[in-house]
């Protein structure tokens, strides 16, 4: 089972709290401070899950999601949207986007690693193949 997380997000206090959840529950964390880096990773490592915050430098996480979402190897992997702008509408647009599931921040890391796991073993990462624009 591929047990790659990866999570995208330009502050580093923000990445390491939820990488080190993650980690205790067994996954294998990868980390990008940008955009770029964020679409990057997910090519050359192909994660299960991305942690996508909105709000980088270089590509947000708007375009970074829809970049993703035109790549087929890698166009279904399940994505969250992530961001402490939690303004009304935004859980609407991260998911016309492509996103699929939206996590306002501050969040509780053990609920984010329960709501992994249950994604994970309910299969509903796969759930939302062909949903996104062009699939």
Same mark, same amino acid.
């Given at each position: 089972?591929?047990?790659?997380?990866?999570?995208?997000?330009?502050?580093?206090?923000?990445?390491?709290?939820?990488?080190?959840?993650?980690?205790?529950?067994?996954?294998?964390?990868?980390?990008?401070?940008?955009?770029?880096?964020?679409?990057?990773?997910?090519?050359?490592?192909?994660?299960?899950?991305?942690?996508?915050?909105?709000?980088?430098?270089? &590509? =947000?996480?708007?375009?970074?999601?829809?970049? #993703?979402? %035109?790549?087929?190897?890698?166009?279904? /992997?399940?994505?969250?949207?992530?961001?402490?702008?939690?303004?009304?509408?935004?859980?609407?647009?991260?998911?016309?986007?492509?996103?699929?599931?939206? &996590? =306002?921040?501050?969040?509780?890391?053990?609920? #984010?690693? %329960?709501?992994?796991?249950?994604?994970? /073993?309910?299969?509903?990462?796969?759930?939302?193949?062909?949903?996104?624009?062009?699939?």
């Amino acid at each position: 089972m591929n047990s790659k997380i990866l999570i995208a997000d330009d502050d580093y206090d923000n990445r390491s709290i939820l990488k080190a959840a993650l980690e205790a529950a067994g996954f294998q964390v990868l980390e990008a401070a940008d955009g770029q880096e964020a679409v990057d990773t997910a090519i050359q490592e192909r994660p299960r899950l991305i942690f996508m915050d909105l709000s980088m430098p270089k &590509i =947000s996480g708007w375009e970074a999601t829809q970049r #993703i979402r %035109q790549i087929p190897e890698i166009s279904r /992997t399940f994505i969250f949207a992530f961001t402490a702008h939690a303004l009304q509408g935004d859980e609407i647009k991260a998911k016309a986007a492509g996103c699929d599931d939206y &996590i =306002s921040k501050p969040c509780v890391p053990r609920e #984010i690693v %329960q709501k992994v796991l249950s994604i994970i /073993t309910m299969g509903k990462e796969t759930e939302h193949y062909g949903q996104h624009p062009g699939h």
